[in-house]
């Protein structure tokens, strides 16, 4: 009898495993441009909200707010196994992801085929990004 599914997705990246009618599921494993030196735009869904959850490893949560086309401010979390984040659609977000991070996400169905949108980053958006999570980070660590 096979009434159980296992999946195990171990690949770099984003990785969409079990998409239904209404939602899918992915796992995004640590890749190099994941890591918060690479991190170089966000990116936003218009019709879902996205949930995530820690596996494994260290990652800091980023969302953005923005005012006309600035960056107003950043919302940073660091995320904790088990936890459950919500980033709500039309929120600009990433994670930056430490080697061997694995985190679970859930949103609605066909996301990645189509609702998203992106925003470069520029070169003074990027350094103060970076030394906003650099803090977090080790804040949380303490």
Same mark, same amino acid.
């Given at each position: 009898? @096979? ?11 984003? @990785? ?12 995004? @494993?640590?890749?190099? /441009?994941?890591?918060?030196? =690479? +991190? ?17 490893g ?10 006309? #086309? =600035?960056?107003?401010? %950043? ?6 196994? !088990?936890?459950?984040? #919500? +980033?709500? =659609?039309?929120?600009?977000?990433? +994670?930056?992801?430490? /080697? !061997? ?6 949103? #609605?169905?066909n ?13 003074? /958006?990027?350094? /103060?990004? %970076? =030394? ?5 980070? @080790?804040?949380?660590?303490?």
């Open positions: 009898m @096979n009434l159980i599914e296992r999946y195990d997705p171990q690949e770099a990246g984003y @990785n969409p495993f079990l998409i239904g009618p209404v939602w899918q599921t992915a796992v995004l @494993n640590y890749a190099p /441009e994941e890591s918060l030196e =690479r +991190i170089e735009k966000l990116d936003v869904h218009h019709r879902s909200d996205e949930l995530f959850v820690l596996l494994e260290k990652a800091v949560l980023i969302a953005a707010e923005l005012a006309g #086309n =600035r960056i107003a401010g %950043y919302d940073l979390q660091p995320m904790l196994p !088990g936890i459950a984040y #919500n +980033i709500r =659609r039309e929120v600009w977000h990433k +994670i930056a992801m430490t /080697e !061997g991070c694995r985190v679970l996400i859930v949103e #609605n169905a996301t990645h085929l189509g609702d998203f949108e992106f925003r470069e980053l520029d070169p003074a /958006e990027r350094r /103060e990004l %970076y =030394r906003q999570v650099t803090a977090c980070r @080790n804040v949380s660590e303490h």
